[in-house]
Each structure stands twice: as C-alpha cells, then as structure tokens.
C-alpha cells in the first residue's frame, strides 16, 4: 500500500505537488524537489488525493494509475466478459490464468481509485481479456484508448528480455603460437533468390472484404437453406433489402453472415474508410442472427476473408 511521506522540517506535515518534479509540506510550507526523497529500486513515488506518498513495487511488477474512477468498472468489465466467454470459448491460455483473472477482479472492485502494482501475469491475463472484448464489442476499444495503450505499454516492459547475443568481433589479437591475427568469421552465404519458374507451384488466392458477423458454426446446410429462402436484392448495395451471404473460413470452422463484400484483386490494396457501409445491415445481421437463434462472436465490422483455391 502507498505510504505518506512526512514533512522532513515540522515531521507533521504532508507534502502536495506544486509544479512538476517539486512539492512543499501543506503544514509547513517547506519545498522539497524529487531528489529530496532518495527511493530504492522498487519503489515509486505518487500522488494520490494530492498527497505525495511512496509505493513498493516488487520487480518485474509495473503500477497502473487511473486518471478516473470509471477505469477500474471499465477494465473489470473486460475481465468479467472474458471469463464468462471463458466457460464455453477457451479464453486464457493456461488454467491458472483464470484464478489470476479472478483475483484481479476482486482487486479492482475493492479499491477503484488505485494505483494498481500488477505482476506480469495479471497484465498478461488483463490484456488478453481487453482483446476479447474489442473483438466481441468493438465500440469498447475507443473509450479509453490512452488507457489501453498505458496497459499494453506496462505488459511489454513486463516481459523478460532476452540477452543480446555479441556476435563474434576479430581484433587485433593473434591465434597463439601463428604470429598471424585472427580471421574473421566466416558469413554463411545469402540463399539465392528463387526464379519465377519455382513459383509456378505457389496456389492462387483471393482476398474479400466482409462486411458481416461471426456467428457460433451451426449447421452450415441448415443455415444455407436459411438464406435461400430470403427476398432476392443485388449485391451492389441495396440499402432497402439488403442480402445476407454465407461466408465460412477453414473447413467451416468459421462462420460469417455478411451484408456486404468486396474482392481485392492481385496487386490491389483499399484503405478500410473507403469501403462503404449502408445504414440498413446492421439491422438486418441482427435481425436475422435473432431470427435464426445464433450467437454473435463477433461484429458486426469489416473481415478479410484468404481464399485458397
């Protein structure tokens, strides 16, 4: 927990910030610069509720600092939502994750305000709940995007860094007993480029914008037959009737139920604003997701779908 630190002239004060890197004793009116508290390695200085305290932060862990109350309901909600995907979709990547997501959580709600010393493997579990949640609802991500990004920052400088290997440097030094200094090492020689006629092998593949949702695989026959039976529109756009296709991905491992798509040709690229979005699919996608009885993985937003034939 953060501890307040004492005013070092009337020993009863406490210290507020006044400018950056500068503080002075809200009894005393003593100044007092950063360099004024000499702090071990594992600990940080803080400010919270206007007083300067000093927090211990174990090695390896990073502190979180909320500039809102509503940040702590925000990240919980994230983790809420992941563990409950969690009992059907496999979420976390190890058993325990889930007892340290649970733990978290518990953390959260106890105290809002923070900030939070969080070990690396609480960010690892939080950043995957994050993921889970801007992949299921997307809007979420641009709430706090500064936030976030604090998080994800805090998660790679968690992660331990593997040393540099030096590669060998040749100095002035001589192999013993030769008088001669010693070679340089040896570079493997760069693979040649491959010829076109090597290629030749290589399938051909298409690339599709998809403007749809990811649908829990049902019965694709089923849900082929489904569609057929919808009002015939044209694929250019109708905004009045649009059309939902069926788009899976994988030997049906994925389903897509899409409003809209567009092919990317070879050589062709698009930036994701341009391709264009009517008013009346997302209502249609839920319309026929609710009429179908299916549960929505994921969308509704822009897929690009590889197809290898």
């Not at 509720?49 to 109350?69: C, F, K, M």
């Not at 106890?110 to 709940?129: C, F, I, K, N």
């Not at 994800?152 to 540099?164: D, I, K, L, W």
Request: with cysteine.
């Amino acid at each position: 927990m953060p501890v307040p630190i004492l005013c070092h002239v009337c020993r009863s004060g406490r210290y507020q910030p006044e400018s950056p890197g500068t503080y002075r004793c809200r009894s005393c009116g003593s100044p007092a610069t950063e360099s004024t508290f000499p702090v071990q390695s594992d600990e940080r200085l803080v400010v919270l509720a206007g007083v300067l305290q000093i927090l211990s932060v174990p090695h390896g862990h990073q502190v979180i600092t909320p500039d809102r109350r509503c940040c702590a309901p925000h990240l919980g909600a994230s983790l809420s939502l992941a563990l409950w995907v969690n009992q059907t979709h496999p979420v976390f990547r190890q058993a325990e994750d889930v007892g340290t997501a649970e733990d978290l959580l518990s953390v959260l709600d106890a105290d809002e305000r923070g900030p939070w010393v969080l070990s690396p493997a609480q960010l690892g579990v939080l950043t995957r709940a994050m993921d889970v949640r801007n992949a299921l609802l997307p809007s979420t991500s641009r709430q706090y995007p500064d936030f976030d990004a604090e998080i994800r920052a805090a998660r790679t400088r968690s992660r331990p860094r593997a040393p540099r290997e030096r590669p060998d440097v040749p100095t002035a030094a001589t192999v013993a007993g030769s008088g001669r200094p010693r070679p340089p090492p040896r570079r493997p020689h760069a693979e040649p480029a491959p010829e076109p006629e090597r290629l030749n092998h290589v399938k051909s593949h298409s690339v599709y914008a998809v403007y749809g949702v990811v649908v829990a695989p049902p019965g694709v026959a089923a849900l082929d037959s489904a569609l057929e039976g919808q009002a015939h529109s044209s694929d250019s756009g109708n905004s009045e009737a649009p059309r939902v296709q069926l788009f899976t991905v994988g030997d049906e491992e994925h389903v897509i139920l899409a409003t809209g798509y567009a092919k990317l040709e070879p050589n062709e690229y698009r930036s994701v604003p341009s391709l264009v979005i009517s008013a009346q699919w997302d209502a249609t996608l839920r319309e026929y997701a609710d009429n179908l009885g299916l549960l929505v993985q994921s969308g509704p937003c822009w897929f690009f779908i590889h197809d290898v034939s």
